[in-house]
DNA sequence: CTTGTTGTTGCAATCGGTTGCAATATAAAA
DNA sequence: TTTTATATTGCAACCGATTGCAACAACAAG
């Protein structure tokens, strides 16, 4: 177990002072050019680290983003993930991820958490519960900045990172209609959420722009996993008439749904078109390949945490900038292809 | 911006010393219970938080553990991160995670990272490319634990975590054969990781065992993406005479794979039988179903995590365990089922 | 020869908890 | 009443890096 080292030891070395060592380390320019080598040179010889914690204890900044994500595993938050990964290595940062598995009490847990750790600033993509954020609010009274990605919320302190989730559904449901479909299900999430929120008005205005009528019951709240995909069709098989087209909030239960479907005997996508969101890998696997809106997980990833350290470098002001919108767009494959017009 | 509270303010509040403010707040037996309960209250009134820096400091233990995986984009790994990162939530730790993206430069700079950050420990899965570990030296140097899961290495210090990875290997192809194939194809990746020098070893031992002749062109070096599916698929129907089964090392590749077999009018699994690895979402999408060996990452996450820190609090002496395995099992599907039998 | 400027370096305080050891009070045993 | 054990509390040093301010040297300008 070897002793570390520190600036004291390489000063004692050279004889010099731990001030000047430190300034040494840092590239202060009021260190001599020959000195600063020296220092360089022996705090390597010796396996000097600096020690993160005196600095960041002195230095009241921990080089660390928080991240707090509804569930890992699931093919769009990793690419998330992935993509913050990146540009946080990139400029030197850390990141501390913790999963509020959907419930606002792991929320509240996650962000005294972060809180406790100091981080510099916090990417916030919300739990399916939270109906209040005032667990973020010992964040904004200290300044430290916190980000809402894809589950944000209003919030004149903080940026939210976003899709327009209003017009892919839109399109989506569009799409559906100029394939022919009359009666198109909704198969969507809890109303709190954004996402699921925006998505039912980009749904209902598409049905209007088309001319067709809303009708409540052909919104299914679900929680979107696979099971509640096969839910969703054993329901829309009772049916009658028997609607005609599918949008759904991810493929996740797009894809259940259409192979219970395909199972009852029901082709897609002439008794039934479909279309999902993200663009997941398994839209691209089911037979016929599914149609979806392609979310840009990583690139959202990306300028997540791109914007904080923007930020935190004071090359932004978090509180004019409010909303970035990303670019999404809709994948026509053959779940909702009918014919080859459009 | 509120200004932080120290326990210095909670002890001039109280006319008592920080010493006995620290131990209160740390449960430390030698306080009066009501001296405690009346610092307690104080300090929560007060919005108290520990600064983790001066504890850290003083302690030199950092309550963080690190990962290092090499994508966080892929269904098995982000199991492995969600069941990591429930696990270090339940215990208190943090978790710092990075990816190597494969490449061992990646692996270097994070392991020094990690370094720099004082870790606790460190949870490693080898990228593709990296053939020695010294980058870890510095950890068993200094004593921190490291233990490589899934990607590992033998090393007389670190405890391993993996799945019988030959075992699997050796029932998949058994039951290809089984099956009746006779031309089994291959489809993995560099063999310098362990999971697939395991498993072509697994592969060999049951085609000897089954007594089909070895053949060298049959085992397919790629990189298991969705791309490389489709260029082996290429290559089978090159073949003459063409193989009659496939045992692919990740689910990705083998669905790719199956599917381009299908553009090209083979009939699974009467004309070839396939098999992959890891039980993603797409296995019970693709039509057949595909045959795959499910492996627990969730799981391995909560072992690895779990390992850890026994290991950290001197519950168990990480020297003396050498490796762990976990359970995984052959669950067969459409994709290779030609008959009821066996 | 004095004053001013620039370049280098060090002193000493600070960040906020933690902990070995000593001090004091209180209770129990002799 | 004296001695011993036990319960509480505080002192002061320490963890390792950072930084405002002062000190000093070398050199140029006046």
Redesign the interface.
Known sequence: ??K?ITIYDIARELDLSPTTVSRALNDHPAVNKNTKQKICDVAVQM?Y??????S??RKQR?HTIGVIVP?????F???V??GM??EA?NADY??????S?ETMQKEIT?AR?M????VDGLLVSLAYETDNIEHFQ?FI???TPVIFYDRVIEHNQCTSIVIDNLQAAYKATSHLAKQGCKRIVHITADQKRNVYADRLKGYKYALIDNNLPFDESFVLITNLS?EAGVEAAQQILQMDPRPDGIFASND?AA?SCM?ELQKAGILIPDDMAVVGFNND??SR???PNLTTVNYPG?EMGEVAVRSLIHHLNGLSDIIITNTITLRSELIIRGSSLRSKIE
């Open positions: 177990m070897d570390d396996g680290r600096s020690n993160i914690f005196a960041n204890l921990t569930r890992l595993n699931s093919p938050m990793s690419s993930m992935a990964e990146k290595n850390n990141l501390i991820i913790t999963q598995l996650n958490t809180f406790d750790s100091r010992p009274s200290k300044g696979e996740t894809v192979k890998p398994v696997v089911i037979e990583y």
